[in-house]
Structures are given as C-alpha cells and as structure tokens.
C-alpha cells in the first residue's frame, strides 16, 4: 500500500518474481547462482547457508517445477492482498508469534515491525532476531527454536 521507489528498490525480487515465466526461463540451469546471490543478500552472515546446507536448497530448487512453486507464491500477492483488505480491520485473535531477522534491510531495519504485528494481533508477541537476516531460522536456529517452545508452551492436548 506505500510502495516508493525505496521500498521498490528493496522489494525488486518481490516484483520481478510476479512477471509470467520469465523467472523460471532465466533461472533454469542458473539455481545454483540464483540461491547464492539471494541467500548472500539477505543473510546477515554471507556464508552462513553454505556446504550440505546450501546443496540441499540447489537440490530441491532443481527438481522439475520447484521454481515455478516459489514463483506462484509472489504470484498469488494480489489475491493475498484482496483477501487481507477484508478483514483489515478485525485484529488476530489467536496467540501469535512473530519473528524476523533484525539485520534484513528489507524488513527488520525498513519497518517498525513491532507495531505492525500489534496492529494486527491482538495476542502477540514479537521478536527481532539479532544477527539475522530474512532467514533467521537458517542464521540463528536455537535462538527461533527456543522462541517457538516458549511460544507453544502449554499447548499440549
């Protein structure tokens, strides 16, 4: 909704990935460089998916189809846009957890992320990552496992 020309120049992925076809044509037999250049980018640490870690990514975007899915995520933006206008104005009422890399230009350190999940939610509990980008899951993965087992606690049946 305030797309400018800073937040285009960080979201270009995010647009470019919408355009029918073209991603995959130019991706194709390029994963291996593409995976880099994006986990590079928005990883605090460079190097931090690396070795078995980053095979196994190269792997699974690879296999036939696998890039046209990530593609189709972005592609379905506007439906997932039109959908959320609906019910904009009716907070979360479950229990949420959110969590984001502090050190990813394009989310931790564009945007007050606190208080858009506290607009959003109304049981919310917010988290930065330290020394993580985009990925904080692959940067910092006892730190967001001890989150969501403090955030589940008490949820067993």
């Known amino acids: 909704e305030q797309l400018d020309a800073r937040i285009a120049r960080a979201y270009w992925f995010f647009l470019f990935h919408q355009v029918p076809d073209l991603p995959e044509t130019l991706v194709a037999g390029n994963e291996r460089a593409w995976l880099r250049h994006f986990f590079s980018d928005w990883c605090y640490d460079p190097n931090a998916i690396s ?82 980008g985009h990925l904080p899951h692959e940067e910092q993965p006892e730190r967001v496992n001890a989150l969501l087992l403090d955030f589940l606690e008490g949820w067993k049946g």
């Open 51 to 132: 070795g078995d870690a980053f095979e196994a990514y190269v792997r699974a975007y690879e296999a036939p189809g696998a890039v046209r899915g990530a593609m189709a995520d972005y592609r379905a933006n506007a439906e997932d846009v039109a959908q959320d206008k609906v019910d904009a104005d009716i907070p979360i009422s479950v229990p949420t957890l959110a969590l984001w890399g502090a050190e990813f230009y394009a989310v931790g350190k564009m945007f007050d992320m606190e208080a858009v999940w506290n607009g959003m939610a109304s049981d919310v509990r917010t988290h930065a990552i330290e020394r993580a």
